[in-house]
């Protein structure tokens, strides 16, 4: 009988084609398949010397070439193309075979598509996959949802490809369901913060300091020697660095500002709206992207007001990078403490148990937000798993301490040049909102029951009330 696949792989655009080309490097055979025959053969043909590829050009083809229980990976567009596939394949598998979606699903179609394969006997596996063309080929994070039993026989193929931190695999069982695909999700959501506070360094430190892009670029390169050492800030300075060949100008200065998106960071925002958690610069960031994108809204108040944007000068000005750099690393804490509370919330609405400290650890490496940093948050939430915010946490209770008055003249100068930062003054509300003794929540809640009998709770006494604002004595009663 002839050698059987040990996974397979449909849809071979590059993410599809790049997973199966590192699952193959590392000695796994792997059936291949995709819609239009070509790319089939285009890859055997480019890289079939890089390891054991069974090529398949139909469905059952594909489905005879492989092992028992039978591993499918489905790499294709998120929505009605994935389900066209799950479609095409379920028939024609058994009881115990797993189907992976490796794609940037909605987990609430991943938690619908399990169910539903579920009843048939078959094992779904929505899995986030972070790290683009070149992460999928050398070593992605990977997060897998689904049953405990699929990642028996898929974890050790999954963790043989992930990226590795300290001889770690950046791969874990997250919890069932749709649980990997939330937690991608949310490291979307936490990806578009990290990029739009970054973005708005840049704009400071130009903006307030008057330097090049080339300049700002060095700043980059010398903050990613420290504690924001990470892929985004390095990717920074080297586009920042980057010259555009056909006028010489900067790079940054050639491209339309006009942020785009597919999708994830947005619903990360209308996912914790609904769970009640206040990803705020999660949201700035998705909010910024739309701002960037409304050209005829811009161009039709660009004429508005504001105030001049001279340079700073003398102590201020040799401050203000150091400055910057403090408020960056207060900011990314915020950003990432919300995205954590989202995945605790996540977790507890449906039922997953996730270790808080396991996700950091395996966006260590491979991913898009792959950081030193997150060494420390793995480590603050190993120490304490229920750790209500990672802002109480010892380090980082210790960096927006010492980042304090840098935070607060960053986002004050940022106000009184008229520079937008809508991620680094959310940030610092947030954080001044939950360290608050009082907050103005009690008045709105006195508004809501004098127009709506809405009724409120006292500091004093157990129960609801409702005042009478109508009469003249106000008279106070148990709602
Ligand atoms: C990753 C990325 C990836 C995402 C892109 C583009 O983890 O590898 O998050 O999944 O699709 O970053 O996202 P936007 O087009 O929404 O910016």
Same mark, same amino acid.
């Given at each position: 009988?002839?050698?059987?696949?040990?996974?397979?792989?449909?849809?071979?655009?590059?993410?599809?084609? =790049?997973?199966?080309?590192?699952?193959?490097?590392?000695?796994?055979?792997?059936?291949?398949?995709?819609? %239009?025959?070509?790319?089939?053969?285009?890859?055997?043909?480019?890289?079939?010397?890089?390891?054991?590829?069974?090529?398949?050009?139909?469905?059952?083809?594909?489905?005879?070439?492989?092992?028992?229980?039978?591993?499918?990976?489905? !790499?294709?567009?998120?929505?009605?193309?994935?389900?066209?596939?799950?479609?095409?394949?379920?028939?024609?598998?058994?009881?115990?075979?797993?189907?992976?979606?490796?794609?940037?699903?909605?987990?609430?179609?991943?938690?619908?598509?399990?169910?539903?394969?579920?009843?048939?006997?078959?094992?779904?596996?929505?899995?986030?996959?972070?790290?683009?063309?070149?992460?999928?080929?050398?070593?992605?994070?990977?997060?897998?949802?689904?049953?405990?039993?699929?990642?028996?026989?898929?974890?050790?193929?999954?963790?043989?490809?992930?990226?590795?931190?300290?001889?770690?695999?950046?791969?874990?069982?997250?919890?069932?369901?749709?649980?990997?695909?939330?937690?991608?999700?949310?490291? =979307?959501?936490?990806?578009?913060?990290? !990029?739009?506070?970054?973005?708005?360094?840049?704009?400071?430190?130009?903006?307030?300091?008057?330097?090049?892009?080339?300049?700002?670029?060095?700043?980059?390169?010398?903050?990613?020697?420290?504690?924001?050492?990470?892929?985004?800030?390095?990717?920074?300075?080297?586009?920042?660095?980057?010259?555009?060949?056909?006028?010489?100008?900067?790079?940054?200065?050639?491209?339309?500002?006009?942020?785009?998106?597919?999708?994830?960071?947005?619903?990360?925002?209308?996912?914790?709206?609904?769970?009640?958690?206040?990803?705020?610069?999660?949201?700035?960031?998705?909010?910024?992207?739309?701002? %960037?994108?409304?050209?005829?809204?811009?161009?039709?108040?660009?004429?508005?007001?504001?105030?001049?944007?001279?340079?700073?000068?003398?102590?201020?000005?040799?401050?203000?990078?150091?400055?910057?750099?403090?408020?960056?690393?207060?900011?990314?804490?915020?950003?990432?403490?919300?995205?954590?509370?989202?995945?605790?919330?996540?977790?507890?609405?449906?039922?997953?148990?996730?270790?808080?400290?396991?996700?950091?650890?395996?966006?260590?490496?491979?991913?898009?937000?792959?950081?030193?940093?997150?060494?420390?948050?793995?480590?603050?939430?190993?120490?304490?798993?229920?750790?209500?915010?990672?802002?109480?946490?010892?380090?980082?209770?210790?960096?927006?301490?010492?980042?304090?008055?840098?935070?607060? %003249?960053?986002?004050?100068?940022?106000?009184?040049?008229?520079?937008?930062?809508?991620?680094?003054?959310?940030?610092?509300?947030?954080?001044?909102?939950?360290?608050?003794?009082?907050?103005?929540?009690?008045?709105?809640?006195?508004?809501?029951?004098?127009?709506?009998?809405?009724?409120?709770?006292?500091?004093?006494?157990?129960?609801?009330?409702?005042?009478?604002?109508?009469?003249?004595?106000?008279?106070? %009663?148990?709602?």
């Amino acid at each position: 009988m002839s050698k059987k696949a040990s996974i397979g792989v449909t849809g071979l655009a590059v993410m599809g084609r =790049n997973l199966a080309r590192n699952l193959a490097r590392h000695g796994h055979t792997v059936a291949l398949h995709n819609r %239009s025959e070509q790319r089939t053969r285009d890859l055997v043909e480019q890289f079939g010397d890089e390891g054991d590829f069974i090529p398949a050009y139909s469905a059952q083809e594909f489905v005879d070439a492989l092992e028992r229980p039978r591993q499918i990976v489905i !790499m294709v567009k998120a929505g009605a193309p994935t389900d066209a596939v799950i479609d095409e394949f379920a028939p024609l598998l058994e009881k115990g075979d797993v189907i992976v979606d490796a794609g940037n699903a909605h987990f609430a179609d991943t938690r619908r598509r399990e169910a539903a394969l579920r009843e048939r006997g078959l094992h779904f596996v929505g899995t986030g996959v972070s790290g683009g063309e070149e992460g999928a080929l050398h070593g992605p994070s990977i997060m897998p949802g689904g049953s405990k039993e699929s990642y028996e026989s898929l974890g050790p193929l999954f963790e043989d490809i992930s990226a590795k931190v300290d001889g770690e695999p950046c791969c874990t069982h997250i919890g069932p369901d749709g649980a990997g695909h939330f937690v991608k999700m949310v490291h =979307n959501g936490i990806e578009y913060a990290d !990029m739009q506070l970054i973005a708005e360094s840049f704009d400071l430190l130009r903006g307030a300091l008057g330097h090049s892009p080339a300049q700002i670029a060095d700043v980059f390169r010398t903050w990613n020697t420290g504690r924001l050492d990470s892929y985004l800030i390095e990717i920074t300075a080297e586009v920042l660095a980057h010259t555009d060949a056909a006028t010489g100008k900067p790079f940054v200065d050639i491209v339309t500002d006009q942020a785009e998106q597919k999708g994830t960071g947005r619903w990360t925002v209308q996912t914790a709206l609904d769970l009640g958690v206040p990803v705020s610069g999660i949201a700035e960031a998705v909010f910024a992207r739309s701002l %960037s994108g409304s050209a005829d809204l811009r161009a039709a108040s660009r004429g508005l007001p504001g105030p001049s944007r001279a340079p700073l000068t003398g102590a201020a000005a040799e401050s203000f990078a150091d400055d910057v750099e403090r408020a960056l690393y207060a900011s990314k804490i915020v950003a990432y403490a919300q995205g954590f509370n989202q995945i605790q919330a996540g977790g507890a609405e449906f039922g997953w148990d996730i270790d808080l400290g396991a996700v950091a650890k395996i966006w260590r490496g491979g991913c898009i937000i792959r950081a030193k940093f997150l060494d420390d948050v793995s480590a603050a939430f190993a120490a304490e798993p229920g750790l209500p915010t990672l802002l109480t946490s010892g380090d980082f209770r210790k960096a927006v301490e010492d980042a304090q008055d840098s935070w607060r %003249s960053v986002v004050a100068t940022a106000v009184r040049l008229g520079i937008p930062a809508p991620g680094f003054s959310t940030a610092l509300a947030y954080y001044d909102g939950l360290r608050a003794e009082r907050l103005p929540a009690a008045l709105v809640q006195g508004q809501r029951d004098f127009f709506g009998a809405h009724t409120y709770r006292r500091v004093d006494r157990e129960g609801s009330f409702h005042t009478a604002w109508a009469t003249s004595d106000r008279p106070e %009663s148990p709602a």
